[in-house]
């Protein structure tokens, strides 16, 4: 295929396509049986993750919290480190290595201070882990295969649709709708600019080399465009993740008007606030990193 494309050759893309899906399809078929172990081991798991007392798992995470703030620090002396010895640290050095050991010192003490907190991380897994139980099971079981069997229709002049697809509340349709145009029309707008940042050489020269318009864009245009499209794709994503919470605007119950909800009930204010910083930290930084490893991928590397 490799040497297809550097000849300028069709690698039939969607032949390879439909022959990947029917590869994955056999397999699937044979391997489903299987998924029954699957929702065993995460029956298990969820069993043992509810019998371990919480302040085990406070001691736990605990100690990867300094191990992680000592594990930094020793990589930064060792990165200043050259055959003479170590290097001069400067105040800017002396500072990192600082915030590491308070965050890592920090975030072990809130951990041993605030059961509450790992008690409710402790619950999301062991749910997770049931959910996970059930669908396996649910697989195993090839409940999919009957919710998809056939059914005789009596054909009319309408269609009867009524009593099937899925049911809006108005408040969730607004904030769909709102969100995903909003977001929608930034991205198209990125992605465009980041195809036009690449010099129309480039287009003029893989034209001449006998390259179609698939294959230049393939192999030409969107990887240098990628480039330029994929820092502010990533701030556009965080955005996005941060924008759901304007749904209390139309009175839809998401994760802030539900938590203000329990504060305002329980006076938990604490516990409901520490969890709103937990959900959208961890949102923020698996999009982060995410985005980064597709940047590292991307960039240009330089002998």
Not at 4 to 15: D, H, I, K, M
Not at 95 to 121: C, D, Y
Not at 224 to 233: D, E, M, T, Y
Request: net charge positive; hydrophobic share 50%.
């Amino acid at each position: 295929m490799r040497r297809a494309e550097a000849l300028g050759e069709s690698t039939r893309p969607g032949t390879w396509a439909l022959a990947a899906f029917l590869a994955w399809a056999v397999v699937g078929w044979f391997a489903h049986p299987l998924a029954g172990a699957f929702g065993w081991l995460f029956m298990l798991l969820a069993a043992s993750v509810g019998a371990i007392p919480v302040f085990i798992f406070q001691v736990i995470l605990a100690l990867v919290s300094l191990y992680l703030g000592w594990r930094w620090i020793h990589r930064f002396l060792e990165s200043r480190r050259s055959p003479a010895g170590l290097a001069k640290l400067t105040d800017d050095d002396y500072f990192r290595m600082i915030l590491a050991g308070v965050l890592g010192a920090g975030g072990a003490a809130v951990l041993m201070l605030l059961p509450a907190a790992t008690e409710v991380g402790t619950n999301v897994l062991q749910y997770l882990l049931e959910f996970c139980e059930q669908k396996f099971e649910f697989l195993r079981s090839g409940a999919p295969l009957a919710i998809g069997s056939p059914s005789v229709e009596v054909p009319g002049r309408f269609p009867q649709i009524a009593g099937t697809g899925l049911t809006m509340t108005p408040s969730f349709f607004g904030i769909w709708m709102g969100v995903t145009l909003y977001t929608a029309s930034f991205i198209a707008e990125i992605v465009r600019g980041g195809i036009l940042s690449v010099p129309k050489g480039q287009s003029e020269a893989g034209y001449a080399l006998g390259l179609r318009r698939g294959q230049l864009l393939r192999m030409v245009i969107l990887p240098q465009a990628f480039r330029v499209i994929l820092p502010p794709l990533g701030n556009q994503y965080l955005n996005l993740s941060k924008n759901t919470s304007l749904g209390i605007a139309v009175a839809f119950p998401e994760m802030v008007q539900v938590g203000q909800t329990m504060f305002n009930q329980t006076g938990d204010t604490i516990q409901v606030i520490l969890i709103w910083m937990a959900f959208y930290l961890t949102i923020s930084l698996l999009i982060s990193v995410l985005i980064n490893y597709y940047n590292r991928r991307t960039q240009l590397v330089e002998r």
